[in-house]
T-cell receptor, first 113, second 112 residues
Framework: NAGVTQTPKFRVLKTGQSMTLLCAQDMNHEYMYWYRQDPGMGLRLIHYSVGEGTTAKGEVPDGYNVSRLKKQNFLLGLESAAPSQTSVYFC????????????FGPGTRLTVL | GDSVTQMEGPVTLSEEAFLTINCTYTATGYPSLFWYVQYPGEGLQLLLKATKADDKGSNKGFEATYRKETTSFHLEKGSVQVSDSAVYFCALVIGGADGLTFGKGTHLIIQP
């Protein structure tokens, strides 16, 4: 049982490049989330999904897009990376309600030069 | 909007010392409250939670009580160990679908 996995673990981009972060969970969870973690800021919600085919904006959605084509996968895209998007990105999932425990992936460390 | 305020670190203690990490919140509704822990190089793990007033969450010797009257959820442990060194996050959630609202995190360092 792998839980929540994230690909890649590390990435360095140049300004203007694009990339996609992949999150996968094997717990059959309905809810999935993308957060970013910055020093002194805690974690902030980027986008979330309450089920396959649905997505919604969180606190800091600008510059990101997401897709949930399959229940087990939640993709985070950066179309034109900016240095302000240098951060550690965490994916999380939870069962039938966001009130339940959220299970976090190990994170992706992204640097935009 | 909803927010969580917690003491920022680093907090440095000696092994076997008593730990308190303060957490207070503001919320438009009736939140559930959580403490998450992040060990170096890892993702966050749920430490404990409480879903209604006066509930006490506990795990691995850590405790926190949901105090509605003071809008607080302070984390305590009677005797810390070096292995407790980590970053601790207080968080809340209101709606069933919404993501967690986190505090900024408290870096705890336990010295032998």
């Amino acid at each position: 049982n792998a839980g929540v996995t994230q690909t890649p673990k590390f990435r360095v981009l140049k300004t203007g490049q694009s990339m996609t972060l992949l999150c996968a969970q094997d717990m059959n969870h309905e809810y999935m989330y993308w957060y970013r973690q910055d020093p002194g800021m805690g974690l902030r919600l980027i986008h979330y999904s309450v089920g396959e085919g649905t997505t919604a904006k969180g606190e800091v959605p600008d510059g990101y897009n997401v897709s949930r084509l399959k229940k087990q996968n939640f993709l985070l895209g950066l179309e034109s990376a900016a240095p302000s998007q240098t951060s550690v990105y965490f994916c999380a999932s939870s069962g039938t309600s966001g009130l339940n425990e959220q299970f976090f992936g190990p994170g992706t460390r992204l640097t935009v030069l | 909007g909803d927010s969580v305020t917690q003491m920022e670190g680093p907090v440095t203690l000696s092994e076997e010392a008593f730990l308190t990490i303060n957490c207070t919140y503001t919320a438009t509704g009736y939140p559930s409250l959580f403490w998450y822990v992040q060990y170096p190089g890892e993702g966050l793990q749920l430490l404990l939670k409480a879903t209604k007033a006066d509930d006490k969450g506990s795990n691995k010797g850590f405790e926190a009580t949901y105090r509605k009257e003071t809008t607080s959820f302070h984390l305590e442990k009677g005797s810390v160990q070096v292995s407790d060194s980590a970053v601790y996050f207080c968080a809340l959630v209101i709606g069933g679908a919404d993501g967690l609202t986190f505090g900024k995190g408290t870096h705890l360092i336990i010295q032998p």
